[in-house]
């Protein structure tokens, strides 16, 4: 049971734009930043967003984060074959005396 | 480039320890925390812990307390995870990823190394 909570599927047809969620609690999402990963079949998770909503260099802007309250959400224009992989949010929480924490992760197929 | 490279799979049985190694190149090794990430097959990330490599400093997850020790030898700019009492509940990918923005962004990741328990 992860402590940050995705829909474990999300869908879209080439061109379209999709929403993958992440609600967390106060002691994380609300006062801690959200990063988003991207990983890939068979690969290793790739950054995809920093901050909230930062793009690291590299990262195309069809990919958008956004944060309310204790909740962020990825938001992916323009969709397309490739973007098909599993997409993880994290934030720090501050319970506990601190850990990293993740999202179950969401798999975007692409119609 | 930035890389960080990982030592390759391991199958170890129930009772015993593994060490992952993890070597940066393409930026300063002690300028920046190695986070520790693991993935069981067909499930989520799991942190596990940092290590900050200029001091030796370490914080881990509560869950890993008392089983897991990270490690660095900064003359060759590699870390070290290791894992003691393996379980079968332990087979997964372990990944190291550098830590940025107080070691809560990872940015990159190791190609992960595949560590399976079985009698």
């Known amino acids: 049971q992860s402590v940050l909570t995705q829909p474990p599927s999300a869908s879209g047809t080439p061109g379209q734009r999709v929403t993958i969620s992440c609600s967390g609690s106060?002691?994380?999402?609300?006062?801690?930043?959200v990063y988003w990963y991207q990983q890939l079949p068979g690969t290793a998770p790739k950054l995809l967003i920093y901050?909230?909503?930062q793009r690291p260099s590299g990262v195309r802007d069809r990919f958008s984060g956004s944060k309310s309250g204790n909740s962020a959400s990825l938001a992916i224009s323009g969709l397309r074959s490739e973007d098909e992989a599993y997409y993880y949010c994290s934030s720090w929480d501050d319970r506990l005396s601190g850990s990293v924490v993740f999202g179950g992760g969401t798999k975007l197929t692409v119609l | 480039q930035v890389q960080l490279v990982q030592s390759g799979a391991e199958v170890k049985k129930p009772g015993a320890s593994v060490k992952v190694s993890c070597k940066a190149s393409g930026y300063t090794f002690s300028t920046y925390d190695i986070n520790w990430v693991r993935q069981a097959t067909g499930q989520g990330l799991e942190w596990m812990g940092w290590?900050?490599?200029?001091?030796?400093?370490?914080g881990y997850a509560r869950k890993f307390q008392g089983r897991v020790t990270m490690t660095r030898n900064t003359s060759m700019s590699t870390a070290y995870m290791e894992l003691s009492s393996l379980t079968s509940e332990d087979t997964a990918v372990y990944y190291c990823?550098?830590?940025?923005?107080?070691?809560?962004?990872?940015?990159?990741w190791g190609q992960g190394t595949l560590v399976i328990v079985s009698s």
């Open positions: 290590m900050n490599p200029k001091s030796g400093n370490t």
């Open positions: 990823a550098r830590g940025l923005d107080n070691s809560r962004e990872f940015d990159p």
């Open positions: 901050r909230n909503d």
């Open positions: 106060s002691s994380n999402i609300g006062g801690n930043y």
